[in-house]
């Protein structure tokens, strides 16, 4: 932003108290680590909502595609032997 | 093909995200959308902040200074949503500067006396409320995000602008002209806030075709003037219109002729403010500057 142009983009996961899990919150900019995590706070964190903080190189990620949505999650959708539902059992039972 | 795909995802109500396909078009509404909105955010942040060294009590002081954190927030939520549709950070800001890029007009209007926080709170965020709980339904996923986090957020900004308001208008005949000065002032540029009528609002009708908008212009300004009058009468403040009048058939509150001139005017840059607040903005930007570069000088040092 200033005379060397962009500064890096870093991606912001908040865990909320209680043991939630980590939660994608959105992103910042920062010239380093530490600079990302104090912005992540000041922008993300201002009543209380974590309990801690991950900020991650957003170039880290290595992302899905949306052309990859049918077949790479295929093989979840057609095991529905993975389902309580695929199973039966005696009538009047409670499993 | 593509977009007939995505007018059926639109159509379904499935929500589009950064790397999903999308017109052209869509995408470039979306940045001048959401970058007005952030920049909004941003400059919103001047009028009040003018008032916090003046706040009445230390009390005021606290949520003021809290509201304006906010806004600033806000404005990096947005940001940050709008650079997911493939726009850096640093060209917005550029756009902002150079006076290139529009921000909302209730902006361009001065924060004379100290109510004038108060109905910035009860009636700027109040009609930002109710635009935003519309958008946090928006087809864009980033976008509506960023809606959910600030809807949360804004409640307490109308709160704290309402009980400055009511506090004013139980005080001293002198403290209650004071309230109704700024409800007299604030509230047709409040009513602006929510666009032109949709007939005559140019984008209006594409946003609502790929369901960035799920409610038109007229609607939400009718729900803010509904809501508004209970509330102005607990107070005993009076909204400045004579026209307004319960309608029996409609359940709505009618309200007079709003002064469309007026509102281009400020668009086009001819608000008693305009000027003024693009200037603070970029000395804020150029004060910064020294701060920018140490944190800079300080990472490369300890890149090493």
Request: charged fraction near 25%; proline fraction near 6%.
């Amino acid at each position: 932003m200033s005379g060397n142009g962009e500064w890096p983009l870093w991606e912001v996961f908040v865990q909320p108290p209680g043991g939630a899990p980590f939660e994608h919150a959105g992103s910042v900019h920062a010239v380093d680590a530490e600079s990302a995590l104090q912005n992540a706070r000041d922008v993300y964190a201002r009543r209380g909502e974590a309990v801690n903080i991950w900020v991650v190189p957003t170039v880290a990620i290595t992302a899905s595609t949306p052309e990859d949505q049918g077949p790479f999650f295929e093989p979840g959708n057609d095991k529905p032997y993975r389902h309580p539902q695929f199973y039966t059992s005696p009538r009047g039972v409670r499993v | 093909m593509q977009e007939t795909e995505f007018d059926a995802r639109i159509a379904a109500g499935e929500t589009i995200e950064p790397k999903d396909w999308m017109p052209e078009r869509y995408r470039k509404q979306l940045i001048r959308m959401m970058s007005q909105h952030a920049h909004s955010e941003i400059v919103g942040m001047l009028p009040e902040g003018n008032w916090i060294t003046r706040a009445p009590t230390l009390r005021r002081k606290m949520g003021l200074l809290a509201k304006v954190q906010d806004e600033a927030g806000h404005g990096l939520y947005i940001y940050c949503g709008t650079e997911t549709l493939g726009i850096d950070r640093s060209e917005l800001i550029d756009q902002l500067l150079s006076g290139k890029a529009k921000y909302s007009s209730i902006f361009n209007y001065p924060t004379l006396t100290w109510a004038d926080i108060g109905a910035i709170g009860w009636f700027v965020d109040g009609a930002a409320i109710v635009n935003q709980t519309m958008l946090a339904k928006a087809s864009y996923g980033p976008y509506a995000r960023a809606m959910i986090r600030i809807c949360k957020e804004e409640n307490f900004h109308k709160r704290q602008g309402y009980e400055i308001m009511a506090t004013l208008a139980a005080g001293t005949p002198e403290q209650h002209r004071m309230a109704q000065d700024a409800v007299d002032r604030w509230w047709w540029p409040s009513l602006m806030m929510f666009g032109p009528s949709d007939k005559d609002s140019p984008n209006s009708a594409e946003l609502t075709k790929w369901g960035v908008k799920r409610k038109g212009n007229d609607e939400l300004r009718q729900r803010f003037v509904n809501l508004s009058v209970g509330q102005a009468k607990a107070i005993e403040l009076t909204l400045p219109d004579p026209a307004l009048k319960y309608n029996e058939t409609t359940g709505d509150w009618d309200f007079g002729p709003i002064d469309w001139d007026e509102f281009h005017r400020v668009v086009r840059g001819d608000g008693p403010c305009n000027r003024e607040r693009l200037e603070a903005r970029n000395a804020a930007h150029r004060d910064g500057e020294w701060v920018r570069q140490a944190a800079e000088a300080y990472a490369a040092k300890h890149a090493n």
